[in-house]
């Protein structure tokens, strides 16, 4: 069934992100993100604002996309669209949209768990993106998931360590809220650690039994050392940015790795691959990098376009269960929580 003319209609709505995408089959004919600025000044995505932000940008958005992939609306497979996790209101206005798309159409609707997409996003067919074998372990780090799954089929996913509080973008975006950065700080805290030393500030690795996280530790402690040098030193975080940015980047990087090195280890698979917002980070990117020639570990990273909240990666889930008939009804529900199972 793969080689046949499926185009999927995508659209992401979980967080602050409205995104629509049109997929030929597992290629990429668009992929429209529309980004709510209204957050930033707030430090943090404001619920309410995002789901009303959702609800005027969702019809433009989805128009875009038609627009940019030159197909017609007629010439649609199906209605693939995120069903949860995610912020309720903003997760209501794509569900709500999707299921009134595709009685308007009379085409089948697909729901789609926001994690595995971003697992799933490795399978985008492109010129620079390698596609991992199974079995792989997937570390998924975002803004509000740190996970690491073991993958044996596309949906065959067994989470095997996950984060106990903060997620890892969370920790990232908190530690800049810290030292004064506006939001979302996490790639302003990549791009200062770019020029400076990681080892100038050493800061403590949470002690965690087994393959899950702990982040809450780490940004208190963070909290109390940028306090108490700024108490002897008013100008301390001006004239140490970079520093301080490379030393928390290196410490939550080793975190990170360090629980990967176990995993791969534990499981016998060495083909790794990322995905999540915070897979975007240099730092994380690099480690990897360097596992292959260290570790010997396939490390897969996806293009910096499907890392983010985006529609394409709902569409590949889309097209993947398109073609195994696995459609949602229409009485398909939006859940705030929602897992992978095993």
């Not at 940008?57 to 996790?85: C, E, M, W, Y």
């Not at 800049?176 to 990549?190: F, H, M, N, T």
């Not at 100038?200 to 306090?227: D, E, H």
Request: with cysteine; glycine share 8%.
């Amino acid at each position: 069934m793969e080689n046949q003319n499926i185009y999927i209609l995508a659209i992401e709505s979980s967080c602050d992100d409205t995104s629509a995408a049109i997929l030929h089959n597992k290629k990429v004919l668009s992929n429209v993100v529309a980004t709510q600025k209204i957050h930033e000044e707030y430090g943090g995505v404001v619920p309410e604002l995002a789901s009303r932000a959702h609800q005027q940008n969702i019809v433009p958005v989805v128009h875009q996309a038609l627009t940019k992939a030159n197909i017609d609306k007629k010439l649609v497979s199906a209605i693939a669209f995120t069903r949860g996790p995610g912020l309720m209101g903003s997760l209501l206005v794509g569900t709500s949209f999707a299921k009134s798309l595709s009685l308007g159409l009379d085409v089948p609707l697909i729901e789609v768990n926001h994690m595995q997409a971003h697992i799933l996003a490795h399978f985008i067919e492109g010129d620079t993106q390698k596609q991992p074998p199974f079995p792989f372990l997937a570390m998924t780090i975002s803004g509000g998931h740190t996970q690491i799954v073991l993958v044996r089929d596309y949906f065959d996913m067994k989470i095997i360590g996950e984060t106990l509080d903060d997620a890892v973008g969370e920790a990232f975006d908190k530690s800049a809220k810290i030292l004064g950065l506006p939001y979302p700080g996490g790639p302003l805290v990549d791009a200062y650690a770019k020029k400076g030393d990681p080892k100038a500030f050493p800061f403590p690795k949470p002690k965690v039994k087994g393959l899950n996280f702990s982040f809450s530790g780490l940004k208190t402690s963070i909290l109390y050392f940028v306090r108490k040098e700024v108490e002897k030193n008013p100008n301390f975080i001006a004239e140490n940015l970079n520093d301080i940015c490379a030393s928390i980047q290196y410490t939550i990087v080793n975190i990170l790795m360090d629980k990967l090195k176990i995993a791969a280890i534990q499981t016998g698979i060495k083909q790794i691959a990322i995905g999540g917002g915070v897979s975007a980070n240099s730092g994380i990117r690099k480690a990897l990098i360097n596992s292959q020639k260290e570790l010997g570990w396939q490390t897969y990273i996806p293009n910096f376009e499907y890392c983010t909240d985006n529609a394409a990666m709902v569409g590949i889930v889309g097209y993947l269960k398109f073609i195994e008939n696995d459609f949602a009804k229409q009485d398909v529900t939006a859940k705030a929580r929602y897992f992978i199972t095993n």
